[in-house]
């Protein structure tokens, strides 16, 4: 509309100012300036930026997402104070301002909000361990995506407003280089939402512009090859511009190439860490030359699984000391038998917290029996003594029996209180464990002890971070073997770290075996993640995997049986009622009522199935008793 009348480009002809006019009269000085326009109307749209205060209208954007003293959620000791807020002001609205952007990035980048993966007491990195996450880029009124495109067209005409426009884009790259090329290729796109380009060299040269303006060319070809992650000829393609990383060619054009890989290597850290990870993984696979190099990433990702499952306290020392632990749960609740009067004495520690980890308001009292007493050993600082007197109290107790050693058991106390010491040791145990430097027996008990197991969360559940679940299959056969048995053995939910993956371990056992090519397998791998199914094939390749690792037969049984559609799983359940895998008792005792009520069906498919069938004859529960009904009536 605007092409096609000039008069139209006049601001006289716009509603009240806000962003999105500020930033088409942007645009519009820009377009003029690039055909070589100098009219009144482009005077007027200068003028118009100019009593709009745009640099103002910015920075005001930037503080708004920044902990200022005296905000309701500022800690007294944090902030941007008001002379802070003056120089940050000054930086990107003055003519000639006192501060330079390390100064102002060192001062400002602290304070501003982070859009950050938050799960209860844990906030992580949502995007890579490289690129944090603003709220600043985060609005849903495209409010910064119209101050990025100011700033990208104004910094490059020869107006005063070019230093003020480039020391915000300066500053935004710096911040969020992939979010701020997003900004503006979505403005360039033809597609209204993803970025698309009809016309292949359009896409060519915005890219180029990027470049030009001081985005790195690495994490520009990193982010376009997520963006075509799903693609699979692009992404053939990127995989093969990469695999130059290895390359030992000497001539011109093949050095070129190698340093293009190497750009794109550096520029992965700052893209979704998922798409990272299966990108190098898959780099390697198709290129065998390329090593892949996971370490880091791998420790990464473990200490998440850990930092997210690791249990209080007061659960590991209770675990630790089994039968000697009487009690651990809520006073109201504890056994009659337990309930002596309580009582304080010269020991007592008193002058410390003791509450679950992370919530002080749920505090914790360690109690031990001696005689027809029980003896606080330990309770919160913010607990007065005095309300033990005559009353059992309601919140979280641990009551140990009379031969437990007082001193030693505060001694692991506070050594368990070091949450962050506890994570470290497992994650270290963990790495040793999968290097063959320690035994099943003690990781399996040490994880035992101090990961959650009905709660067990297998990631983080967040689409851009990536999960341990990815690099089962990057590991050695022999390191992946160790990992699967511990998280499958430790509870039944670790199966979800394979979540949508179970054709994968057949599909990636045919790739190295050489009977299909990479081609094939990434396609396939795609398409049965899509579906989130499997076959028969593939499903019993993975169940006499399962079976070789030694993994708890009742939880290869559960898994079956939620998948007993397949006739393999069947197969499976058929076997362990037999006798193969362990005792089948001790699966139906491990089993819920509900699962147990799927069984005769699936049993009664064997030749043999009425025998299979008779020890569920004398279960109690009643759905299990119309399951068996159903199959004799």
Known sequence: MLRGSRDLCHPRHWPKADMGFLALASYQLYRDFNERIGDEISKSLLAYLTEHQVWDKAVSKILKHANKEGDFHSLDDKGLSEADVARIRAYFTANNPEDDQASIMALLEPQLHRDDCCRGQLYLNKYSEQQKGYLLFSDHDDDFQRFTLIAYWLRQLPFLYSVHADRLWQFIIALAPVRVARN??????????????????????????????????????????????????????????????????????????????????????????????????HAS????????????????????????????????????????????????????????????????????????????WLEITVLQQRGDKNHILMADQEMPLELYQGRWPCGSLLIFDQEVDSQALLARIATLQDTNARIELLVEQILAYLEGEVEYDNIASLYGGQMAGEYFRPNADESSMYNIGQFIWMLEPVQRDRLAKLLFNHDYR?????????????????????????????????????????????MRFMLQWLVSLQVNAAHITLFCIKRAHLEVCCEFIHGHARGEYGNFKHTLAYLHAGRRAQLPEILSQADDGAELILPLSKDRSRVVKEALAKYFS
């Open 494 to 538: 670790g199966f979800k770290v394979i979540e949508r993956d179970y054709e994968k371990c057949w599909l990636h056992h045919l790739l190295l075996q050489g009977e299909i090519d990479f081609d094939s397998y990434l396609e396939l791998t795609r398409a049965s993640n899509l579906d989130n199914e499997s076959t028969e094939e593939g």
């Open 285 to 360: 696979l198709k290129y065998p030359q390329i090593p892949l190099d996971i370490k880091h990433d791998l420790k990464r990702a473990l200490r998440i699984l850990v930092q997210l499952n690791i249990t209080s306290w007061e659960q590991a020392l209770a675990h630790e000391y089994g039968q000697a632990c009487l009690y651990i749960g809520g006073g109201d609740k504890a056994p009659a038998k337990l309930r002596n009067p309580i009582v304080a004495d010269e020991h007592t520690l008193h002058d410390r917290p003791c509450h679950v980890d992370g919530m002080s």
């Open 184 to 281: 503006i290729l979505r403005a360039y796109s033809d597609d209204s939402w993803s970025i698309e380009f009809n016309n292949v060299l359009e896409g060519i040269e915005i890219q180029e512009q990027l470049e030009k303006a001081g985005i790195d060319a690495g994490v520009l070809m990193a982010y376009e090859m997520s963006r075509e992650f799903y693609n699979n000829e692009r992404y053939l393609h990127w995989l093969e511009l990469y695999s130059e990383i290895s390359s030992t060619a000497t001539g011109m054009f093949a050095g070129i190439d190698r340093k293009k890989a190497e750009a794109m290597h550096q520029g992965l850290q700052y893209i979704n860490e998922r798409i990272k990870v299966d990108f190098l993984h």
